[in-house]
């Protein structure tokens, strides 16, 4: 798991509370992306995982917390569940570890483009979905987000909606490569080519499963919906 660094400190002992500088803009980080402002819901709230984003296994969150964002970098404001054993026994941890402990978040990227910053090509983070945040062993970067389980459990929709906003990045990116070997005379290498066929047939069994049932009502169309499916499910095996 890529993890990048968060600067923390105690807020306040007593109540458990911690802030963490978790992100700073546009800087560009050793993933090749770039966080820019707005990337972050300002105010949005999200538990505190189990140390190393345990809590993803089924470990009780330890505290919750919420986004600040100010021009230049974001912030979490947290606070432990200091009346349980398990947010007391983090807290102390991290109080503990001081500048030795690193924190990461789990999150999904909302929105993306590819460009140039610096002279080098990234990619933008524009928007970002925070999940948790979870204090960790060691994480790595240059002050910007974090990257941790990214296996997150999503709902169809959610799942969905990521797909979208990949697949309209990777027609972006397509595009730009394209025109690119084209003015060296050159067309998509055969792999290129060959990725971009796969995922085109992927996408046509979504067209299939939106095909409208014949003129049959309740159980039937229901069942003719289930088979549609396991077809297709037979065909991708």
Known sequence: MDT?????????????????????????DSDGDVTVPGAFEDGAKMPLSAYGHASWAGALPVGKGGIRTTKTEAILEGAFFMDTAHG??????????????????????????????????????????????????????VGTRTLGAKNAPMSFI????????????LGDRAADVLAKRLEKGKGLGAESADLL???????????????????????LEREYLRMVARNLAKEKA
């Open 197 to 219: 066929e796969q995922v085109q047939t992927e996408l046509k069994r979504f067209g299939e499963l939106l095909t409208p049932a014949p003129d049959i009502d309740g159980d």
């Open 158 to 169: 959610d799942e969905a909606r990521l797909v979208l906003a990949a697949a309209h990045s």
């Open 88 to 141: 007391l026994d983090t807290f102390k941890t991290v109080k503990q570890l001081a500048e030795l402990g690193q924190w990461s978040y789990g999150y999904d990227p909302v929105k993306f483009s590819y460009g140039e910053h610096e002279g080098k090509r990234v990619r933008f983070l524009e928007g970002l979905k925070v999940h948790e945040v979870s204090p960790v062993l060691l994480g790595a970067g």
């Open 4 to 28: 990048k660094g968060l600067r923390v400190e105690i807020k306040d002992e007593d109540r458990g509370e911690v802030t963490a500088i978790f992100s700073t803009f546009n800087v560009e």
